[in-house]
DNA sequence: TCTTTATCGGCTTAATTATACCTATTATAC
DNA sequence: GTATAATAGGTATAATTAAGCCGATAAAGA
């Protein structure tokens, strides 16, 4: 990150081997080795080890490690609750993206 | 989540339901449609949409899809710097999980 | 009503990832 | 030096996801 905080990353492979970096420290935060780890996950050692190290991975793969690590609140802080109004923020807009219903097959 | 402000959601289903939800809500909030941030991200619209409906999706995906919502700044807070010292909190392990150099082919 | 827009879900094929197993490397312990 | 533990990376097969199509549904506007 810059001096300002922002994350200046671009390319999807860069951004995936950041956040397995970060999966990593903080899995060695909490004292535990891979197999542990992949084990608490319910995911294996080798899907563990390529999350951790930015060679591809799934939504699933990262949230069960996520869990194993005690780190879900970080869910909350990704993506908050968007409590904003989006009728604030448009101007180019004419119409609301209204609120789908189920669509019955 | 609940009133003391933790996520309680347990399955991976649960949860990429839940992630799904949010960046949908996060699109919204930003103004946009699938098809203009499936084509900002650089993935399919279908991919999109297995994503925001929590049917599956990789994290080259998430991440392409966070960045089109300039959202990258929420990895900071999901993995944020392990500045913990891992030593002061394992009173179990007997020896340190060292820093290994790579391996060479 | 008819048209347009946004979303959804199914389908097929190609690409990617997961799993299980293996060997290699490095650091520590003995 | 040898043994052990943790990690890395390769491979083959199975499973999952992506892409690109398609038609369907619901909402809003003319």
Redesign the interface.
Known sequence: ?TDT???YLRT?LE??A??GA??R??R??R?L?QRATAERAGVSEKALRN?EGGH?????????T??ALD????????????T?N?LA??P??VRR?RERNEAKP
């Open positions: 990150m905080g922002e994350v999807p951004l995936q950041l956040l970060r999966l420290s903080l060695r935060a004292g080795d999350l591809g991975s799934t939504v699933e793969t990262l949230l069960r996520l869990k780190a879900l609140d970080g869910i909350e802080m990704l993506v908050p609750e968007a904003v989006p923020l448009l180019r807009r993206p």
